[in-house]
C-alpha cells in the first residue's frame, strides 16, 4: 500500500509569513500533484510535478518534486488569508491519475 | 463550462439503509472517479467508471458499488449503512481518466446515524 504522510498537519501563521508542507512517501511516484480544498467544496489542483528534481512556481507558491519522485514539498511566500486550505498532496503510482493516492493533509490557516 | 455537480449535497440516513449519490461531469468528460474523505482516512479512492464500465477499483467492501450511465453521469450506491460511512463523498471528472486533470465536484456529505 502507498502512503503519502503530509507535515506537518496543522500549520497557524500571520500574514506576511512564509510556510513549507512536506509531502513523504516511502513509494515512488509516476506524478504528485498538489490540491487545495476549501470548505464545502472539492480540491482544486494546484500544480503536477512529474520529473524528479523539476520546480514549479505558481505565483507565491513553489512546488518541487524529490530527486527519486517519493517526496514533495510546497513553499508558500509572504502567506496571505487567502492561502487558507487544505492543502493535499497526491500520488500518481499506478500510472493513472483517475486511481489517486492522497496525502494525510496540511490544515493551513493565514490570520491578519 | 458548468463544473462537475453532486447530488444531493448532504445526506442523513440511518444505519441499515442504503443510499444512491450521483454525479453529473463535465461535458465531454468520459471518466469519473469517486472517493470518500473522512477526518481519520482522509481522502481514499473508491471506483473510476469509464465508459460505463468500472476501471479501476480501490479497496473498499462489496456495500460500495457505482454505475456509470451513457451519458457519463455516474452513480454510486452504499448497502446496509453504518455509522463509519459517514463521510463526504466526492466525484471527479476528467476527459478519458489516465494522467489528466481531475476535476471535483463539491461532494455530497453524508451522515450516518
Known amino acids: 500500500t502507498q502512503l503519502l504522510e503530509q507535515s506537518p498537519q496543522f500549520l497557524s501563521i500571520q500574514e506576511g509569513e512564509n510556510l513549507t508542507v512536506y509531502c513523504n512517501s516511502s513509494s515512488v511516484f509516476s506524478s504528485l500533484q498538489w490540491y487545495r480544498q476549501e470548505p464545502g467544496e472539492g480540491p482544486v489542483l494546484l500544480v503536477t510535478v512529474v520529473t524528479g528534481g523539476e520546480v514549479k512556481k505558481l505565483k507565491r507558491l513553489t512546488f518541487q518534486f524529490g530527486d527519486a519522485r517519493k517526496d514533495s514539498s510546497l513553499h508558500i511566500t509572504a502567506a496571505q488569508p487567502g492561502d487558507t486550505g487544505l492543502y493535499l498532496c497526491a500520488g500518481d503510482g499506478a500510472g493513472t491519475a483517475s486511481k489517486l493516492t492522497f496525502g494525510t493533509g496540511t490544515r493551513l490557516q493565514v490570520t491578519l | 463550462k458548468a463544473g462537475v455537480t453532486q447530488t444531493p449535497r448532504y445526506l442523513i440516513k440511518t444505519r441499515g439503509q442504503q443510499v444512491t449519490l450521483s454525479c453529473s461531469p463535465i461535458s465531454g468528460h468520459r471518466s469519473v472517479s469517486w472517493y470518500q474523505q473522512t477526518p481519520g482516512q482522509g481522502l481514499q479512492f473508491l471506483f473510476e467508471?469509464?465508459?460505463?464500465?468500472?476501471?479501476n477499483k480501490g479497496n473498499f467492501p462489496g456495500r460500495f458499488s457505482g454505475r456509470q450511465f451513457s451519458n457519463s453521469r455516474s452513480e454510486m450506491n452504499v448497502s446496509t449503512l453504518e455509522l463509519g460511512d459517514s463521510a463526504l463523498y466526492l466525484c471527479a471528472s476528467s476527459l478519458w481518466g489516465g494522467r489528466e486533470t481531475q476535476y471535483f465536484g463539491p461532494g455530497t456529505r453524508l451522515l450516518v446515524l
Open positions: 467508471y469509464f465508459s460505463e464500465t468500472q476501471r
